[in-house]
């Protein structure tokens, strides 16, 4: 596994996947061993070490990229889109007898160029839409999903440095061309990247294989305090998730207590919320399940083309149902059964009263919910399809 972050080296849902990946793949009896780059963290967070020791008891073999140039070598990366100064750390670790190299989320560990490296089988998940938006989340600088690109300026709203070789799309289909699969987590990211590959002329084999959940524990404690019905969110406290929309929702719906579990983005103050809204801060994953299974639904009110939905398919499989804004990979998750989709404020309103004055209706979602989760997205179906996907891509098939 090749991939920018890794826990605790980690922000979001791409690092914690790839690590639950890496751990149910030891657990199957394979040898796992991950890459992952610690100077682009520390460029990203602005910090030396996370809180947090990495976990050395799970079985998987990490090598944490840590160059003599320090912040530089990610620098190098994003402005050139090669591994530059990781180089030669890479090559020595990825010439090692490996049946396959699963790139994740590639952009300051080595870039486009990193594909070519390694002489085993090469696949490359999409975790995110980095290959096609250098900001990664097709959010525009009109905070709005991307339709129409204007990459620099969004580059430049998102205070990133532009990527000149982002101009060169025949040298990055060249370099997407190394890889024998894509895999990706839905059927709108996958759209959007095959819209790429045939601008660019490269024939890369794709499948939609959707991500998973591990199970979550709903029958743990709750805080004595919480109020006996709420809506729950989820996720980074960031103008791209929605949440400054979300809270102007609840604001005019003060009866509804909304209750946010997440932190702000890069340790930013919490943006400013009505009394029914109660801010958690961090909950551990051990205590996540039971906020969603208490809760009258999960708001996702992502405006950002999320590749899949994580915290959707979570809590699906706690029984709760979702009402979810209708952008990005979350369309595959939530159906009419499990849950509703809005397009506008408007929409979230007429969900949120729907909901709330049908406590049957958020339970019989919440029971189709879990079903949809136990066929579409455990950590057993997952496996199957990913390793069989593995052995086509190793017979060329």
Known sequence: MVTTFYPPYSFGGDGLFVQQLARDLVRAGHEVHVVHCTDAWRVVSGQRDPAGLPDSSDGVVVHGLRSRFGKLSPLVTQQTGRPGLKRAELERILSDDFDVINFHNISLVGGPAVLGMGTATRVFTLHEHWWVCPTHILYKYTDELCED????????AHHTPPQLWRASKAWMGRCLSNVDLVISPSEFTARRHREWMQAAAVDVPMRVIP???APLDSGGPLPADLPARFFLYVG??????GVDSLLRSFAQRPDYPL????ESDEGGPLPSAGPNVRFTG????EQLGAYYAAAEALVFPSICAETFGLTAAEALSCGTAVIARASGGVRDIVTPEVGTLYTDETGLLGDLDR????PTL?????????????Q????DLYLSLYLGALEEARSGV
Do not use: D, F
């Not at 980074?236 to 998730?241: F, T």
């Not at 909901?355 to 049908?358: A, D, G, K, P, Q």
């Open 211 to 213: 991500e998973y959940s």
């Open 282 to 285: 961090h909950v551990p994953r």
């Open 236 to 241: 980074r406290l960031s103008k791209a998730k």
């Open 149 to 156: 690109r204007a990459c620099l300026r969004c580059t430049l």
């Open 259 to 262: 209750i946010v579990v997440g």
């Open 362 to 374: 958020a339970q019989q979602m919440g029971e189709a919910g879990r079903r949809r989760h136990e």
């Open 355 to 358: 909901i709330w004055n049908e």
């Open 376 to 379: 579409y997205y455990t950590p």
